[in-house]
């Protein structure tokens, strides 16, 4: 069964986690960006020396990051990855303690509830993935 864990759940666990940072990361910055630029946006409406596409620009990269936003979908998938992580190590940690369903270490039985897990965590992104074509 260390085999099971050191191959094949350890690395889901670390992807899960990077893929889930990764995420989080994008939505802080496309929120920060979102800010930083709304309010320049009002800010630079005082100066009239500037050029007019100066706020048009800043407009647009407002509408891009936001359609960016919809379209990758970061906080969702930032919560679906960490949801899958922490569940797949919850798991293994019943597992290696010997309690829940593992008590008589049932290494079969964590397999087949780790595996459920990320073939239900891949068909939901599956299903996200042809909704994100179709749009």
């Given amino acids: 069964m260390s085999e099971y864990l050191q ?3 350890e690395p889901e666990i670390k992807w899960y986690e990077r893929k889930s940072a990764f995420n989080k990361c994008m939505l802080y910055a496309f929120r ?3 800010i930083f630029c709304s309010a320049l946006l009002i800010f ?3 100066f009239e020396h500037l050029p007019h596409w100066t706020v048009g620009l800043i407009g647009t990269c407002i509408i891009l990051i ?3 936003d919809g379209f990758l979908k970061p906080q969702e998938n930032w919560i679906n990855y ?3 992580a922490e569940t797949l190590k919850h798991e293994k940690e019943l597992f290696l303690s010997k309690a829940g369903d593992y008590t008589s270490g049932n290494a079969q039985l964590l397999a087949e509830k780790c595996e459920l897990l990320i073939s239900r965590e891949h068909s ?3 299903t996200h993935s042809k909704k994100k074509h179709q749009d």
């Fill in 44 to 46: 630079l409406g005082y």
């Fill in 7 to 9: 191959n094949r759940l």
């Fill in 66 to 68: 936001e359609a960016l």
């Fill in 32 to 34: 920060i960006v979102t």
């Fill in 82 to 84: 960490r949801t899958t």
């Fill in 124 to 126: 939901i992104w599956l």
